[in-house]
């Protein structure tokens, strides 16, 4: 079925430009123009996070915060081997999966570390790409609470992982 829904919504935009007796190409082409000016607006934004995470990890940065703050994570009773997850998720989805999926080879899909690596990956969000696009794309500049209250509800999310992990595996 879902093969079938751009081709629908396609033919059912050009009926309704008919309908209307509008020119349903050219109001498509509009559309794609202002799509392109999205995606210049954000590129930069996006070139930036991506610099920054490969910057982090090529230099060990994430790795020694990761050791800094591991009797941290062990007190909140997260896992400390997922401590550079807890770190990455935030800023870029991609380099927590990569992240995520190192964490499952060294110590196993069935290991408490595993399941709880598995468990944040999806119940968080890349919180800083997720700003920058949205509040880019509608031109916000101020994010006020928004940033404070998504890292928050991040570790929410990280916590409640290890949590419901722990119960499940007993």
Same mark, same amino acid.
């Given at each position: 079925?879902t /093969? @079938?829904?751009?081709?629908v919504? *396609?033919?059912?935009? +050009?009926?309704l430009?008919?309908? !209307?007796?509008e020119?349903? @190409?050219?109001l498509?082409?509009d559309?794609?123009?202002d799509? *392109? &000016?999205?995606l210049?607006?954000l590129?930069p934004t996006l070139?930036l996070?991506?610099?920054?995470v490969?910057?982090?990890r090529?230099s060990?940065a994430m $790795?020694?915060?990761s !050791?800094?703050l591991s009797?941290?994570?062990?007190?909140?009773?997260i896992?400390p $081997?997922?401590?550079?997850?807890? *770190?990455i998720?935030p800023?870029?989805?991609s380099a927590?999966?990569a992240?995520?999926?190192? *964490?499952m080879?060294q @110590?196993?899909?069935?290991?408490?570390?595993?399941r709880t690596?598995?468990?944040?990956?999806? +119940?968080? $969000?890349?919180?800083f790409y997720?700003?920058s696009?949205y509040?880019?794309a509608a031109?916000? !500049? &101020?994010?006020r @609470?928004?940033?404070?209250?998504a890292l928050f509800? /991040?570790?929410?999310g990280?916590?409640m992982a +290890?949590?419901t992990?722990r119960?499940f595996?007993?």
């Amino acid at each position: 079925m879902t /093969d @079938y829904i751009v081709p629908v919504l *396609l033919l059912t935009a +050009s009926l309704l430009a008919l309908r !209307k007796q509008e020119n349903s @190409y050219d109001l498509l082409l509009d559309g794609a123009a202002d799509g *392109l &000016k999205l995606l210049v607006s954000l590129v930069p934004t996006l070139i930036l996070l991506l610099t920054a995470v490969t910057m982090l990890r090529a230099s060990g940065a994430m $790795e020694a915060i990761s !050791k800094f703050l591991s009797p941290v994570f062990r007190f909140v009773g997260i896992p400390p $081997e997922t401590a550079m997850l807890v *770190l990455i998720r935030p800023i870029s989805g991609s380099a927590a999966l990569a992240v995520g999926a190192d *964490l499952m080879t060294q @110590y196993g899909v069935d290991s408490l570390v595993g399941r709880t690596a598995a468990v944040m990956l999806g +119940s968080t $969000e890349t919180t800083f790409y997720t700003i920058s696009v949205y509040f880019g794309a509608a031109g916000i !500049k &101020k994010t006020r @609470y928004t940033l404070p209250a998504a890292l928050f509800a /991040d570790f929410v999310g990280f916590f409640m992982a +290890s949590v419901t992990v722990r119960l499940f595996m007993q």
